[in-house]
Structures are given as structure tokens and as C-alpha cells.
């Protein structure tokens, strides 16, 4: 038996197989929790990363934030801190990085955990205001991306913000990108890296918005270390102006269009039948 399969258990194929020692193994999460480690993966750049991030919170709704996925380091505090007394929803499918997120909770702060495949949330349509993504779409295989990102698009109400903290588009100036030994290095850590790379994220969420009759603007961008990074903010627009298109990857499955309620106020954790019984687990609120 492979040391990855120990932690298959219902998880994603692909993130056990590649990133086990990154996310699942307890040893690693105590490791790479550590700024200085966080930071020296990220080249240095966490904490520019971590402040454009929230500077673009700053301007986005704040009423119902989904942070998708844990992140190692001082995101989630920073985030919590910057929405006073407002909850943060963390969504993420591994337990020990739910805990891990948790543990910096402070008296007082909101932080409400459930585990969930991104893939297919079990909230409701138009729950969130704004949604975080922090350097989880490059992880991810192309397919699974594309489902990620349809969620996102589901569970955005119009109005709402999707701000994605990522790689830039294709490096190739850049001297990381460049120099063969660091781009060797970099995309054999990062599995994905390169198809990530050469995507148009603003197409896919266009594509998977379609069902929905929504879809996206893209309203600020700011670009970090030479462009290898950015921190995109997406606005989520009512009314589809783009024409009937080929969907572009063939695996997109539109969701929850049947309309599962869209009452702002209303619990988010409200299952969602139709991702129930899609694709692997979406369940389990209280980790
Ligand atoms: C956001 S990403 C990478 C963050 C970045 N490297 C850091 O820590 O600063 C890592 C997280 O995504 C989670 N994750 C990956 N694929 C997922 C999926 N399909 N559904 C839910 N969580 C997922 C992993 O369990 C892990 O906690």
C-alpha cells in the first residue's frame, strides 16, 4: 500500500495522491503552519498577498463570507479580525485543517466550519456575499476546477464578490518561470501549476454563470512579484449578456438553477438536493 492511500477515506483522489504530505499528513499541518515556512513557499510574498486580499474585502460586501478552503498561516485570523463581529463560513474536506483553522479563532470571533467538497457545496444558491479563494485553484485538475468554480458561481449572490488570491497567467518573463532549474522545481510541486497557468478563469466562471443567467465582471486586479501572482476581484453580475457558447471543457454540469431559494438571510446551511447527490461528499456541518 502507497503511504497517500492511508488518507484516502472518502477525500479527493487528487489531493491525497499529490498533497497528503502538504495538507493531510498532522506532522506537515503543525509544520507548514509556521509564517516563516508559509511565507518562504509563497517566495516571500505571503504577507503583500495577505494585504490585497483584504484590501479587496474592504470594498466587497461583507453581509455572508465563505472563505473556500483552510489556508495555512495568518489568512483566517486576519480575516475574522477584519469582519468584527460578522461569522466567516470556512469550508474545507480535510477535518485536521478545519481544526487547525479553529484553533486561531479568538473569544468572540465567528468562525463556523463544515466540512465540504468544494466541488459540490451543500449550500444554497445565492448565499454568499463574497467569496475567498486563497491559492486553491491551482491545486486542483482541470475538471475539478471547473465544478469549484460553478459552485462558486451558484452559491455567489448577484451583487457578490469572488476574490481569488492566485498564480498569474502564464510567467513567462519572469525569472522564477524562466530559469529551468525553479520552473522544473516549482511545477513538480504543484502538479497542476501549468494547466492553472494556461486557463481563462474569467471564461470558465462566464460558462458555468450561463445556466444561472449570471456571470462575471472583472473589477479590479492587482498583480504581485513581477505578476507570478495576483488578487483578482470578480463581481457577480444578474443577466447573462454573453452569447450561447460551447460550454468549454464539456464536464461543466450546471447546478442549482432550478432556483433552491435566494433569501439572503436565510441559513446557508440549508442542503442543496441537487449537490447531494452529486460528486462525492457535501456534508457534515460541525467538524
Ligand atoms: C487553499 S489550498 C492551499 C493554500 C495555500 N497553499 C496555503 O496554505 O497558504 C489547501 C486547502 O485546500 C483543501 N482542499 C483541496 N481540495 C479541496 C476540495 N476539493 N474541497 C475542499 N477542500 C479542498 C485542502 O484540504 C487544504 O486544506
Known amino acids: 500500500m502507497k503511504i497517500y492511500q492511508r488518507y484516502l477515506h472518502g477525500m479527493p483522489v487528487y489531493l491525497v495522491r499529490h498533497y497528503w504530505w502538504a495538507y493531510l499528513w498532522p506532522k506537515a499541518v503543525w509544520f507548514f503552519d509556521h509564517q ?3 511565507n518562504a513557499i509563497l ?11 483584504l484590501a479587496r474585502l474592504q470594498h466587497a460586501p461583507q453581509q455572508c463570507v465563505l472563505q473556500l478552503t483552510c489556508v495555512y498561516g495568518s489568512l483566517t485570523p486576519a480575516l475574522l479580525q477584519q469582519l468584527k463581529s460578522s461569522a466567516l463560513h470556512i469550508t474545507d474536506v ?8 479553529q484553533s486561531k479563532q479568538k473569544h468572540g470571533q465567528r468562525l ?3 466540512r465540504m467538497n468544494a466541488e459540490s457545496l451543500a449550500y444554497k444558491s445565492n448565499s454568499f456575499s463574497t467569496i475567498v479563494l486563497f491559492f486553491l485553484l491551482h491545486e486542483m ?11 462558486c458561481m451558484r452559491t455567489l449572490k448577484p451583487g457578490g464578490s469572488l476574490i481569488m488570491t492566485e498564480y498569474g497567467e502564464l510567467p513567462v518573463n519572469h525569472w522564477l518561470y524562466r530559469f529551468a532549474a525553479t520552473r522544473w522545481m ?9 494547466g492553472f497557468w494556461h486557463e481563462d478563469i474569467e471564461l470558465l466562471l462566464n460558462e458555468s454563470g450561463q445556466p444561472l443567467g449570471k456571470r462575471v465582471e472583472r473589477v479590479a486586479q492587482e498583480n504581485i512579484f513581477a505578476a507570478f501572482y495576483r488578487v483578482t476581484e470578480f463581481k457577480i453580475i444578474q443577466g447573462c449578456k454573453l452569447k450561447p457558447a460551447p460550454l468549454h471543457s464539456g464536464h461543466l ?3 442549482g438553477e432550478g432556483g433552491d431559494g435566494g433569501d439572503p438571510k436565510s441559513n446557508p446551511y440549508k442542503c442543496n438536493d441537487h449537490a447531494q447527490h452529486t460528486r462525492h461528499i ?4 460541525d467538524v
Open 253 to 255: 454540469i450546471p447546478r
Open 112 to 114: 463556523l466550519a463544515t
Open 94 to 101: 480535510a477535518t485536521v485543517q478545519l481544526r487547525l483553522a
Open 43 to 53: 517566495f516571500g510574498q505571503y504577507q503583500k498577498l495577505m494585504k490585497a486580499t
Open 186 to 194: 516549482i511545477t513538480w510541486l504543484e502538479p497542476f501549476l501549468d
Open 36 to 38: 516563516m515556512i508559509i
Open 282 to 285: 457535501a456534508c457534515s456541518v
Open 141 to 151: 485538475p482541470h475538471e475539478v476546477r471547473c465544478h469549484t468554480l460553478s459552485e
